[in-house]
């Protein structure tokens, strides 16, 4: 009896805190990293001390997610196409519609999520058309089981490998699916011109940028996973863990910044990403009046010398408030732009500071 054999399999609750430990230090550094380079444009380099912040794990699993949603799609449908009922040929006409649809709909609705918007008209950008792809994706799709199940037991068969399938059940599968993707395909059309007019200074690039680094590095996991499980040996079984983490690592960093770069400065700052366009102006007091250089003093109200102006709130630290001027480097529809003028930023200890008044509330937050 080999020592393999030998020693015991831990069981789930064993293994689950290491698991959840080991994904939540990933989900958290992802965060962190993000934060830090996006803030890096703005030449904000201090509030990279500030390490612990609850923000970064939200942030993470924003990053993370998608990632991670969009390779168990794909997996899961390659290993249904591979361990069908039909022959390969049969199964990949049948499941490549079907798999079109769920990853449409996962990037329809991580789309919205991430860049919620609201229309000239008050409405919210994008909400209409997703309606309509959730109802024929999640609708359409078991309807259409329905039918060809219905159309089987019509002729009598219940097929259970390729030779036994008629032509036309399987012609009307295939086609159906089909037709069903072209409908859904004309509403994307409508839910990115919807989104196009709430959008500003968004590079595409960089977004599918970020897409394939994410299915890239599903396919090197993937790839690891299955020529690891081929090896007899622990000692190759160990060089591939060491080699694979290698090759991971780089890539995983490689999402993080295509996520920064592509996608994190169009997430609106309200929902803790890097787009100030629609950010409430804060205007702090001051405990005292302060002591500020020429450079300062614009930021200083002309009327209350004990008061900013209205500013836009770039980040907040355990110590600090990073704050720019809204009029500043072309206005924030500008700062979200890769190579696009950036504002000058005011640093404001918190201890100077004991009421932050914001536009969007009429309760004002007092410091401690």
């Not at 930021?299 to 709130?313: A, G, H, W």
Request: charged share 15%; net charge positive.
């Amino acid at each position: 009896m080999s020592s393999q054999e030998m020693t015991p399999r831990k069981s789930l609750i064993e293994i689950l805190p290491s698991w959840i430990l080991a994904a939540t230090g990933i989900i958290y550094a992802a965060g962190f990293l993000v934060v830090l380079a996006f803030l890096d444009r703005y030449g904000i380099r201090e509030a990279g001390g500030d390490f612990w912040k609850a923000r970064y794990i939200h942030i993470g699993i924003l990053c993370l997610s998608f990632p991670l949603i969009l390779n168990g799609t794909i997996l899961s449908l390659v290993h249904l196409i591979f361990h069908g009922k039909f022959d390969k040929p049969t199964m990949w006409q049948r499941i490549m519609p079907i798999g079109f649809l769920v990853i449409n709909l996962e990037i329809v609705c991580f789309v919205l999520i991430m860049f919620t918007n609201k229309t000239p008209s008050g409405g919210i950008a994008g909400l209409s058309p997703l309606q309509w792809i959730l109802a024929i994706t999640l609708l359409g799709v078991p309807v259409l089981l329905v039918i060809e199940r219905v159309i089987e037991k019509a002729s009598g068969r219940n097929p259970i490998t390729t030779s036994e399938l008629s032509p036309f059940s399987q012609s009307f599968a295939v086609i159906s699916r089909w037709l069903l993707v072209v409908v859904v395909a004309c509403l994307d059309v409508w839910f990115f011109i919807d989104f196009r007019g709430t959008l500003t200074g968004v590079q595409p690039s960089l977004a599918l940028a970020y897409i394939g680094f994410s299915i890239l590095l599903g396919v090197i996991i993937s790839t690891v996973i299955i020529y690891e499980q081929r090896q007899v040996n622990e000692g190759r079984r160990r060089a591939i863990a060491v080699l694979s983490s290698a090759v991971i690592g780089p890539f995983m960093y490689l999402v993080v910044l295509s996520f920064s770069y592509g996608v994190f400065q169009n997430i609106p700052a309200t929902r803790g990403g890097g787009d100030y366009t629609a950010s409430p102006k804060v205007v702090l007091t001051f405990r005292k009046k302060p002591i500020t250089s020429s450079v300062d003093s614009k930021y200083i109200s002309s009327s209350n010398e004990n008061m900013t102006i209205p500013l836009v709130l770039i980040e907040e630290t355990s110590w600090a408030f990073y704050l720019a001027d809204p009029s500043e480097g072309g206005g924030p529809a500008e700062w979200k732009s890769i190579g696009g003028r950036k504002p000058e930023i005011f640093i404001v200890n918190k201890s100077e500071v004991t009421k932050i008044h914001s536009e969007s509330r009429n309760p004002t937050k007092t410091t401690p």
